[in-house]
């Protein structure tokens, strides 16, 4: 059989969960701008229906989802050349999530780590959602035959579980008809970590505000949270290999790479043998140059929840005009009467 050669096209998602984090900043959306400046057509969805697999009062997830868009724009995406939708307005991801939940296996599912943590100890108490959230994810992206899926590292394994619903998919049905996704995970940040415990990842749901840099805060606020930022004694080595069992030492300096975009090496050669005390400084001030302008954007942006609900409207439309037709192909290729 030919290899058929799908055009390139990037596909990814952010939950509206609550509040955005300097981790989904450098880990995802950094990249997501990167990739829509690289001319590439770009797809990037505020995946509603995945936030729901856990409890979400409505009035937070509409606030959270415009507050996302938001995020998005002021982060740099530009509606006039990347699609920006909501997952709940274009009804083909659950359509074609139904399907890959007949081509994904339970074993595969219950390997996910995400559902192992997120389920914790009281497994049978999650919901049926938060199970089947990877092969809705595999349809968000397959749905647009996207081939390139920008991410952090957490989402490795979701994105090869979503290769393996196509190959599956592909063979069961004795097609090429679905791409094998490539993740792009890249970057100095593609795992940011707490502020306070260099062995966890920075992460909306921890506890302590402290812990993480929130898109929202002001400049205070991120110069307070790197000055209190948990450090060891010793000053900063003057090499990569210095960092190895020196977590938190390693995750600032990686914060500092991606946010001055160069690369760790070089921050090693300008920072190297510094005091945390003279480090930390030089941090706090790029990072309230790089992040409080996103987040005065963003407030200025939420003023006018109609412009947000315009743009979300107009992106699934768009949206919904590329996935329409590959889903009906795929109902046709499945046996479906009448697709
Ligand atoms: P979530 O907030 O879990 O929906 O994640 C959205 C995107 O941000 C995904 O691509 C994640 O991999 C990325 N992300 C979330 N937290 C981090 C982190 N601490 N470091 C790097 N990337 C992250
Ligand atoms: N699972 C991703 C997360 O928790 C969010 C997500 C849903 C996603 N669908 C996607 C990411 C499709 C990339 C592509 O972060």
């Not at 409890?55 to 724009?73: F, H, S, V």
């Not at 996910?112 to 497994?123: C, H, L, P, V, Y």
């Not at 004795?174 to 970057?187: C, D, K, L």
């Not at 003023?303 to 768009?318: C, F, K, V």
């Amino acid at each position: 059989m030919t290899e058929v050669v799908h055009t390139p096209r990037v596909f990814s998602g952010i939950q509206p969960s609550g509040g955005l984090t300097l981790g989904n900043y450098l880990g995802a959306m950094k990249r997501f701008v990167d990739m829509q400046n690289e001319g590439i057509e770009t797809i990037y969805c505020m995946v509603d229906l995945h936030a729901i697999t856990v409890w979400q009062d409505p009035d937070k997830l509409r606030r959270a989802t415009r507050e996302l868009c938001a995020g998005y724009i002021a982060s740099g995406l530009d509606p006039a050349k990347s699609i920006l939708f909501n997952q709940s307005q274009v009804a083909e991801h659950t359509q074609l999530a139904w399907i890959f939940n007949c081509v994904a296996r339970m074993g595969w599912m219950q390997r996910m780590t995400q559902f192992k943590d997120k389920a914790g100890k009281n497994a049978q108490n999650a919901s049926l959602g938060l199970f089947g959230y990877p092969a809705l994810m595999a349809a968000d992206i397959l749905v647009y035959h996207a081939t390139h899926v920008p991410v952090g590292e957490d989402q490795k394994q979701h994105l090869e579980l979503t290769r393996d619903i196509a190959t599956k998919f592909n063979h069961d049905y004795g097609v090429e008809f679905f791409p094998i996704t490539e993740p792009v995970i890249e970057g100095a940040a593609t795992r940011v970590m707490s502020l306070r415990d260099g062995s966890k990842k920075m992460s909306k749901s921890d506890p302590s505000d402290m812990s993480r840099i929130n898109m929202t805060d002001d400049a205070d606020a991120i110069a307070k949270k790197i000055r209190k930022a948990k450090t060891d004694p010793e000053p900063l080595p003057s090499d990569v290999d210095g960092l190895e069992a020196r977590p938190e030492a390693r995750n600032l300096v990686n914060i500092y790479a991606a946010l001055s975009e160069t690369s760790v090496e070089q921050v090693m050669r300008d920072v190297g043998g510094k005091e945390f005390s003279a480090f930390k400084p030089m941090l706090a001030e790029l990072a309230v140059e790089k992040m409080s302008p996103i987040s005065g954007e963003m407030a200025r942006l939420m003023q006018d929840e109609t412009e947000i609900d315009r743009i979300l409207a107009e992106g699934a439309g768009r949206a919904r005009a590329i996935a329409a037709p590959i889903l009906k192909k795929t109902y046709e290729i499945v046996g479906m009467v009448g697709a």
